[in-house]
């Protein structure tokens, strides 16, 4: 029988197809087999790995696997490769080997803003405004270097040899140091300070592995200088260690009040008591939480929330009610695996909605901001929150981070929102740096620096000209002489007199009963 010349091309199609198929069949070596899913993948990357035409590196096909996996699960399990887990532990474990020093890029030099406590570098006798030039034979001026390079230059292995060459503007003078690097700590609490009426603060940065002794050492040296109320500042906290937040949360309450408890899989609850001996359980007490405070802050603000035990100040916190374990991996990587939910003492979990995915529930963050919630505390959808009651009867509510008693709203002119960013930042530091290079070493030309309108109009022409493009009416511009004046003092007399006078110009501290 003759084939029509039309049906020619699709014959010849489908046998190049079927040529195709028995080709891939045939060049298999093996007949496919009933796999388990962990088989499966191991069958797949054996198989790569041997016959995969072009080179691959399966290290990282695993690495984006897992991520992959995770990402099915909650937005809080994650995988963190080796390189990205380095950097984690250091943050949690509040130390890391290096020379001790807070830094900047100045125009194209590494400059020293701050020697820390305990550090290698204090002791070998660097100061701030000494610009680093040389790491031994390497160069750190004149390059436009990321602040992340420069920490492979600065940390390193315990013991190890440091040398810099540093020129001092003050003294004129290049200098040489020579010593080793050392484990560094840095602290959890990034201020602790008396304030007027009595009143205890401490800022709380993150919840590190001694977070909780660092708390009660800076708690008992504000009560004996005579503190009677305190203040607890979490915002911008995103948490830490669970039982760091419980022991903080433990000297506040009295004995036998539960502060968390979490569940499990199989139903397994665990509780967590207070225990009698705390060193705060009575007087004033005040928690500052903001949409970035999350995790272990939560769980100190519900403690106090549903015990009725002090005042929740600010904007609804960010809304993570999950529980993590981490499992470590011979080649120093780590999944984050979620094992729990934790729920503050009146039973509410705090954890925001994540069925629509990782991006969404991070995208709904960004809800708060166009629904108005940042700035009137009424925009605040309650009424799809879950309900609850304190014993003395107040309503709180879960389902979506914690709902703070006092609500202190950002400012609805966003520009100067971005302005009191700016100047909380180390920027206004920074200007002083530059514009007055090496004065730090003379306290005549400090205590003479007038911070008047031409110094505020210079600091408004330097951020501009850092690209921060500054729109100022007459209140920034008095906002800025007080920041300003602020350096000045930290300058002059150190950290804490500069929170001691900046302190009561914040509006949520203000909140709290605390003004000059």
């Known amino acids: 029988m003759k084939i029509s010349k039309v049906y020619v091309p699709v014959v010849l199609f489908a046998v190049l197809v079927l040529g195709i198929l028995l080709g891939t069949i045939l060049d298999f070596p093996n007949k496919p087999n009933s796999l388990s899913s962990k088989d499966k993948i191991d069958r797949l990357l054996q198989v790569i790995g041997n016959e995969y035409v072009d080179s691959v590196a399966t ?53 020293v803003t701050k020697t820390l406590d305990g550090g290698p570098a204090l ?10 030039l040389f790491e031994g034979k390497n160069k750190l001026y004149g390059r436009k270097l990321a602040t992340d390079s420069l920490f492979k230059y600065l940390k390193g292995e315990p013991n190890s040899e440091v040398r810099l060459k540093v020129f001092r503007k003050s003294q004129n003078k290049i200098l040489n140091f020579q010593f080793k690097r050392q484990q560094v ?13 009595r009143t205890a603060y401490i800022k709380i940065s993150k919840f590190a592995e001694d977070t909780a002794a660092e708390f009660s050492a800076a708690l008992k040296k504000l009560l004996r200088q005579g503190a009677t109320s305190l203040i607890i500042d979490l915002r911008g906290n995103g948490g830490g260690y669970m039982e760091q937040a419980v022991s903080i949360a433990d000297e506040l309450l009295q004995k036998d009040l539960l502060i968390v408890y979490t569940k499990a899989k199989d139903g397994k609850k665990e509780s967590s008591i207070a225990k009698s001996g705390g060193l705060f359980e009575k007087g004033k007490l005040s928690v500052l939480i903001d949409e970035y405070s999350a995790s272990a802050s939560e769980i100190i603000a519900g403690a106090i929330q549903d015990n009725d035990r002090g005042t929740i100040i600010g904007r609804r916190s960010f809304g993570k009610g999950l529980v993590q374990r981490e499992i470590g991996f011979e080649d120093g990587s780590a999944v984050r695996l979620t094992i729990a939910r934790y729920y503050t003492p009146t039973g509410r979990s705090i954890q925001g909605p994540y069925s629509k995915g990782t991006e969404a529930y991070y995208e709904s963050f960004e809800d708060r901001l166009s629904n108005g919630e940042l700035f009137v505390k009424d925009s605040i959808k309650l009424s799809k929150l879950e309900k609850f009651k304190t014993p ?21 002119n ?3 929102e971005r302005l009191l960013l700016l100047l909380q930042s180390p920027i206004p530091g920074n200007f ?14 400090i205590t003479a620096l007038p911070v008047n309108e031409r110094f505020v109009t210079d600091f408004i022409t330097y951020a501009n000209e850092n690209g921060f493009e500054l729109k100022t009416d007459a209140s920034d511009r008095a906002r800025i002489g007080t920041y300003l004046q602020a350096e000045k003092i930290r300058l002059l007399q150190g950290d804490t007199a500069y929170w001691q006078f900046i302190l009561p110009q914040i509006p949520m501290i203000q909140a709290a009963g605390i003004s000059n």
């Not at 740096?433 to 306290?443: H, L, N, Q, S």
């Open 59 to 111: 290290d990282t096909l695993v690495d984006k696997a897992i991520s992959q996996l995770l990402q099915q699960l909650d937005p809080h399990s994650v995988y963190i490769n080796a390189s990205e887990m380095t950097q984690v532990s250091e943050e949690l474990s509040g130390n890391f080997v290096g020379i001790g020093i807070s830094f900047m890029m100045l125009k194209d030099t590494v400059t």
């Open 392 to 412: 003395k009867g107040k309503i709180v509510y879960g389902g979506g981070g914690i709902v703070p008693d006092v609500f202190v709203a950002l400012d609805s």
């Open 123 to 132: 002791a070998a006798g660097l100061k701030a405004g000494d610009k680093i």
């Open 414 to 416: 966003l520009d100067k």
């Open 432 to 445: 002083l740096f530059e514009k007055w290079d090496g004065f730090k070493y003379d306290r005549s030309k």
């Open 185 to 197: 700590h840095i602290s959890s609490i990034e201020a602790e300070v008396l304030l007027p009426n």
